[in-house]
């Protein structure tokens, strides 16, 4: 860094610093992603994730943000109900599950759980 210039942190103050950097504080209200984690439903909660990439055809890319902010939206107005998927990747989740089971590849998503459970 040249001299004189400062860290962006450096006018940062120490509590923006430790949630920055992940420091729990006493008495500090759940993270968003524990809250995240909470609300979702149970095969999802218990998924581990596999790092996958893909590339969408133009048009299902844009219908996924699409339906991802208006998800969003309706999260914040309390308007979708509990358990819906709203992140991308929880969307995309959901429709392979059902086009696998449609197709036989998989049984339902409660069996898939029971299993995994075992």
Do not use: C, N
């Not at 942190?9 to 809250?35: C, M, N, R, V, W």
């Not at 218990?46 to 969003?72: C, D, F, N, T």
């Not at 308007?79 to 696998?100: D, T, V």
């Amino acid at each position: 860094m040249p001299s004189g210039r400062k860290h962006i942190t450096a006018i940062l103050e120490e509590e923006a610093k430790d949630f920055i950097y992940g420091k729990k504080l006493d008495g500090q209200p759940p993270s968003h992603l524990t809250t995240r984690e909470a609300e979702r439903p149970a095969f999802q909660a218990s998924m581990k994730g596999a790092k996958i990439s893909i590339r969408l055809p133009q048009h299902l890319a844009e219908k996924l943000s699409q339906v991802w902010y208006e998800r969003g939206m309706a999260h914040t107005q309390g308007k979708l109900p509990k358990g819906q998927a709203r992140e991308k990747q929880e969307i995309i989740a959901e429709a392979l599950q059902e086009w696998m089971e449609k197709r036989g590849y998989v049984g339902t998503a409660s069996k898939e759980t029971e299993k995994e459970a075992s």
